[in-house]
């Protein structure tokens, strides 16, 4: 090997540790210091003393704060359980049958992953409240406890679950069942030997996805869970209601645990099925009467009780005074009324964009100079390790975090408390790890050839960045942009030990309007959020079929 090659080598690896130098002073910033800080406090008291593992041990001592851990994990494995059985059973009649109104069933499944996790309680205190339009026909039904927080939790993960067992049944093979029926297997025995063998895995995936979000969600305890004490509350209790700082770093390091156990199930498990998915086309199953209609019924009843849970909100936004004064009226719009105005939903949006903007760029780059640069494997495995922490770091306790890293008077960060570059920063963290993997994949399906052939030509790997590899990654980089946008409208658990007097936004209005009694304004407010959700979506498609139609002609 000459020395010019040699040369060029060692130039080539500093170069790519320099690129690479940007992306981990980012996510040490964003997710390393702020666990390290976590941890800190976690075994140290209020005045920042060491003091060991005495707050586990009060933790552990304490039967109330050990009872909201069972809490949170009996409830997350009965909505595991209930909210995968049904989404299996959807996902099955959307891939193998020709059950009625697919296309609409697909799109209004959907709908809860356009509004916060609040949403749909507020359309269950409506239902099923203490003056609830079905709960007066029950009697001794309890909504505040653990059946309204598994309601409302079936309710906010079942679009989850739909979602990644419609792409797990997709994967299997057709001509699977094209050979079985062709030597005379049943319908139950192909059932069994093809569609659940094969989608096993698919099924553990959605089982810890679902388990993971009912676990870690704030926004349903905090308003369903009444007297019922569950873990993110409790986190919430300590560090606002009691001041206890290291109790709720402690907590939060408890409710850590579950989740990353679930996070490393779950990574295994889509590796599993992974091997087991196809390129093939899916051919459509062959009708069925009997078939058709039963699983028409099936999967249409929980996507009406969904609905009606939704649509009882935007309803309840529109009239006087519930129960008594159904007349319509749009006062429950005018914020101003209620101390709020309308610079939450103005803030929401301001936040939305921004870390849709920087998110993308910021995303985008780090999983380009983690799979294109010549750098050590041992960075860029570092790179991908601490891209991916913030999917097993629930929102509440990532929150915290900022606050034990940055609120301090060394931190750089500590004079922007409150402000949007804080709360975007942490967002951008919170949802970094589903864009990175997003455009991992983007990235990995484009020939590595183009930076090789350019270097060949001496030409700049950042003008081959530009004027080839982000053309033809432009639809990814839009989708990801919509993805952030929408759940950076809808967020609450990131942000709600963070927001200043000036950055409050529209998600965390919804939960002190609840808070307050104001459930008309609440659901005015949510109901707001879910039009600006719907529309950005509807943007999105119109965009992307303009881009599609530009890129054919």
């Not at 569950?230 to 989740?259: C, D, H, R, W």
């Not at 996070?263 to 086309?281: E, H, M, P, S």
Request: proline letters at 3%; charged letters at 10%; one cysteine or more.
């Amino acid at each position: 090997m000459s020395m010019a090659t040699v040369f060029q080598k060692k130039q080539s690896q500093l170069s790519g540790l320099l690129l690479l130098a940007l992306p981990c002073v980012f996510l040490w910033l964003g997710v390393g210091e702020p666990l390290k800080q976590l941890l800190i406090r976690s075994i140290s008291n209020n005045d920042g003393q060491y003091i060991g593992l005495e707050n586990f041990i009060d933790y552990f001592s304490n039967s109330g704060l050990v009872d909201a851990l069972l809490h949170s994990v009996f409830v997350s494995l009965v909505v595991m359980v209930v909210s995968v059985s049904i989404a299996f059973l959807v996902a099955f009649g959307l891939v193998r049958s020709q059950l009625w109104g697919k296309p609409a069933l697909q799109a209004f499944i959907q709908i809860p992953l356009f509004v916060p996790s609040i949403f749909p309680c507020l359309g269950l205190i409506y239902l099923l409240g203490g003056q609830g339009l079905i709960s007066q026909y029950l009697t001794d039904f309890d909504l505040y406890g653990p059946i309204g927080v598994i309601l409302g939790g079936i309710i906010f993960t079942l679009p989850h679950a739909v979602l990644l067992l419609t792409t797990t049944l997709r994967g299997i093979d057709s001509r699977l069942y094209q050979a079985a029926s062709s030597l005379g297997a049943s319908s139950l025995r192909q059932f069994t030997s093809i569609t659940l063998a094969n989608s096993t895995y698919g099924i553990i995936s959605a089982c810890f996805v679902v388990f993971t979000l009912t676990m870690t969600d704030f926004g349903i305890a905090k308003v369903l869970a009444g007297q019922y004490s569950m873990l993110a509350t409790e986190i919430y209790k300590q560090v606002i209601g009691q001041q206890n700082f290291s109790m709720g770093a402690t907590i939060s390091l408890v409710l850590i645990v579950p989740t990353c156990i679930a996070f490393f199930v779950d990574g295994w498990a889509r590796k599993k099925q992974a091997r087991l998915a196809n390129d093939q086309t899916v051919q459509e199953a062959s009708p069925s009467a009997i078939r058709d209609s039963i699983l028409t019924v099936i999967c249409w009843l929980p996507c009406a009780a969904l609905l009606m849970v939704i649509g009882v909100v935007v309803w309840g936004s529109l009239i006087s005074y519930w129960p008594y004064d159904f007349s319509f009226t749009w006062a429950n719009y005018d914020f101003d009324a209620f101390g709020y105005g309308w610079q939450p939903y103005w803030n929401s949006l301001i936040l939305s964009v921004i870390v849709a903007v920087f998110g993308v760029i910021i995303t985008f780059c780090t999983s380009y100079v983690s799979l294109r640069t010549n750098a050590p494997k041992f960075i860029t495995g570092l790179v991908r390790f601490f891209a991916l922490l913030p999917l097993s770091i629930p929102g509440t306790v990532l929150g915290l975090s900022y606050i034990f890293a940055f609120n301090r008077p060394d931190s750089w960060l500590n004079e922007w408390q409150g402000t949007f570059v804080f709360l975007a920063f942490n967002t951008i963290v919170h949802l970094f790890s589903v864009s990175f993997l997003t455009f991992n994949s983007t990235v990995g399906r484009l020939e590595s050839n183009y930076e090789h052939v350019g270097r060949s030509l001496s030409v700049p790997q950042l003008l081959t960045f530009f004027k080839v590899i982000v053309p033809l990654s432009k639809l990814t980089l839009l989708d990801i942009f919509f993805y952030l946008f929408v759940n950076t409208l809808t967020t609450v658990s990131a942000v709600v030990f963070l927001y200043g007097s000036n950055t409050v936004l529209a998600s965390i209005v919804i939960l002190n309007m609840d808070d307050s009694g104001n459930l008309a304004a609440a659901s005015a407010m949510g109901s707001l959020l879910l039009v600006t959700a719907l529309f950005t979506v509807f943007l999105s498609g119109i965009v992307k079929s303009v881009m599609n139609k530009g890129g054919k002609s």
